[in-house]
């Protein structure tokens, strides 16, 4: 279900960061001469002779299922191919150690970028991220397929493009292992981007929790990389969806109403991503100022 990458075929350097009991490295993956020519045009400069640029996903030491969940993932990946997903190269097993080998992706996570450049960066930058990141996520709801862990995080900048005339070019990350294999503490933690109804043991995950994951994601974009509650103690989160608390949301009225939408605690109230889209359009012909201060909404 998903290509087997051997030991002696991948380079690891430096370690780029921890993510949900993975640690995270750049390095290399050889290539056979066969592949030289199918590929895609971001991984070019990305080329020498040590291989391809890639992320090496280091699974930590851990329980059966969890490397189970982490082989999912890969497997999910492997089966699906769009413009705004990121590329999965394979899953390489040495010893005890899971690898997963994936496309790297130049500047890095999205939150980062947004802290960084929220000075540069415009409303239309922000509504074409948004946007490549819904159709990465409707060809994902054609497929019936779920993600689980959209975040701004888990966006990666393929381009910037900040400056005059360019526009950015972002993808989805894979979402690690899967939520069902998380502790309840590490969903808690998701909170407010993880959906209220994937909180509770054994929920099963579907398509609805990525259009929540997706709303709050957006307001994230909104305000360059901050979302607030993300902050706070596991009891706190865990009130604050226990007692259906709303997120602020920015000043433009239609923005906000869009934003609600995808943020409703009835799953299936919020809208497909087939609706999103159409929407996200809709509003950015309008152009209103998303970059504004957010108010908050009335229980
Ligand atoms: P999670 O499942 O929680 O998302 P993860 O294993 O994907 O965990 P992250 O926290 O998403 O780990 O990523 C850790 C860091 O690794 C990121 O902040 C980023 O700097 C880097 N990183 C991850 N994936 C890539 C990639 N494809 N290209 C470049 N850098 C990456
Ligand atoms: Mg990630």
Redesign the pocket.
């Known amino acids: 279900r998903f290509h087997q990458i051997k030991d002696k075929e991948i380079t690891k350097e430096q370690h ?9 490295y ?1 390095g290399w993956l050889k290539v056979h001469s066969s592949l030289e020519d199918d590929d895609d045009e971001s991984n070019n400069n990305h080329r020498n002779v040590k291989g391809i640029r ?2 090496l ?1 280091i699974l930590d030491q851990s329980h059966k299922d969890i490397a189970l969940a982490f082989f999912e ?1 890969a497997s999910l990946m492997s089966q699906v191919s769009h413009c705004h997903l ?1 590329f999965v190269h394979g899953v390489s097993v040495k010893g005890s150690e899971n690898i ?1 080998v ?8 999205l939150d ?1 970028l947004l802290h960084r450049e929220k000075a540069h960066v415009t409303p239309q930058w922000k509504f074409t991220v948004a946007k490549q990141l819904a159709s990465a996520l409707c060809y994902l709801e054609t497929k019936r397929l779920v993600h689980g ?1 959209v ?1 701004g ?2 966006i ?1 900048v393929v381009r910037k493009g900040l400056e005059e005339g360019m526009s950015p070019f972002v ?1 989805l ?5 899967s939520q069902s294999a998380l502790s309840r503490a590490e969903r808690v933690e ?1 909170i407010p981007w993880i959906a209220p109804e994937c909180i509770a043991d054994g929920a099963r995950i579907r398509s609805a929790a990525d259009q929540w994951s997706f709303g709050a994601t957006l307001l994230e974009i909104c305000n360059n990389g901050d979302l607030p509650i993300s902050g706070s103690t596991l009891p706190e989160k865990e009130r604050f969806y226990e007692t259906q608390s709303r997120l602020a949301v920015p000043s433009s009225q239609e923005l906000a109403s869009f934003i609600s939408m995808c943020l409703t605690y009835d799953p299936a109230a919020r809208p497909s991503f087939r609706t999103i889209l159409r929407e996200l359009t809709e509003i950015q012909i309008k152009n209103p100022d998303i970059s504004s201060e957010c108010e908050s909404l009335p229980d």
């Open positions: 780029l960061g921890r993510g949900t009991r993975t640690n995270i750049a890639v992320v996903k993932t990121v997963m994936e496309e790297f992706v130049e500047f890095g996570p980062v862990n975040c995080k888990n990666l993808k990350s894979d979402p690690g292992i998701r």
